[in-house]
């Protein structure tokens, strides 16, 4: 992997020169989920577009068994692997979405589908990630991602997983699940490591404190956030630029599984545009 030298060397490489391939990715969503429209947003709470209709394919399904996501996986933005030993670094990236809210792209390490919200032990997560391991688990975050709606009956959940330094049995805080504003299709719930965890390595099982009264479907998905930025308001074009401000041009494993999730601030289907812009060193 070569690193990035100087302004001059980004410019360089944005414009075609010392191979640097640049890759500008953009896609269109329509606030839709196949053929249905999407579960309305709660205000303030986390929302996946992982399943989101995008015009360039890149809306995910539901996973069932522990999967490790690339580049392949529908629902990644599609994008085209560095060669020559070079590696890929995002620049920017600029969006103008329905609503105001708070936009996160980020590589999705693993994810799995087909938990219960009616089981009160232990259920299996388990899996083996590719990216970001080791010393560079530093980072990675755990959350719950909805994808068939959970029963009307709040409760918490916790995680037992493995942090940065390759400790076992590490147990995540108890956050709310179930309930109006945490049982919504297509809502992601964050959870809150161990006091003094900085990453994540595996996550163990996921364990809910009592039944929702309806099963749905949810899962886990380890994420690695790459960039975030505000967008200002509907239909307004928010540019987060990583070359001119913080934090700096971000690396792009190969293979990654590129996505979004949103802090929504209103209750409608999103829609709008998301460009992301890349290059190799």
Not at 67 to 89: D, H, K, L, M, Y
Not at 98 to 124: E, F, I, K, P
Request: glycine share 12%.
């Amino acid at each position: 992997m070569t690193a990035l030298v100087d302004l001059s060397d980004i410019v360089n490489r944005l414009t075609g020169g010392n191979s640097g391939t640049p890759q500008h990715i953009f896609s269109q969503l329509d606030g839709r989920i196949q053929a249905a429209a999407a579960a309305a947003p709660v205000a303030n709470k986390w929302l996946s577009l992982w399943q989101y209709n995008q015009s360039n394919g890149a809306n995910g399904a539901a996973p069932g068994a522990v999967e490790i996501p690339t580049r392949a996986t529908i629902g990644s933005q599609p994008f085209v692997n560095p060669t020559g030993g070079r590696q890929q670094w995002l620049l920017g990236i600029e969006a103008a979405l329905s609503q105001l809210c708070t936009l996160t792209m980020y590589d999705r390490l693993l994810h799995q589908g087909n938990l219960s919200g009616t089981v009160a032990t232990a259920q299996t997560v388990g899996g083996t990630m590719t990216r970001y391991t080791g010393a560079e688990s530093v980072g990675n975050q755990i959350w719950v991602e909805i994808y068939t709606a959970l029963g009307s009956t709040a409760t918490t959940i916790t995680a037992s997983y493995t942090n940065q330094a390759g400790t076992a049995g590490r147990t995540t805080r108890a956050v709310a699940i179930g309930g109006t504003g945490n049982n919504e299709a297509q809502r992601m719930i964050p959870l809150m490591l161990q006091d003094g965890d900085t990453g994540v390595q595996s996550v163990q099982t996921v364990t809910l404190a009592a039944s929702t009264l309806t099963a749905g479907a949810f899962g886990v998905t380890i994420v690695r956030p790459l960039a975030q930025f505000h967008c200002t308001g509907a239909g307004y074009l928010t540019v987060r630029d990583l070359i001119a401000g913080l934090p700096a041009v971000a690396e792009m494993k190969t293979d990654a599984c590129l996505t979004y999730q949103l802090l929504a601030g209103a209750t409608t289907a999103v829609s709008g545009v998301i460009a992301v812009h890349v290059i190799e060193a």
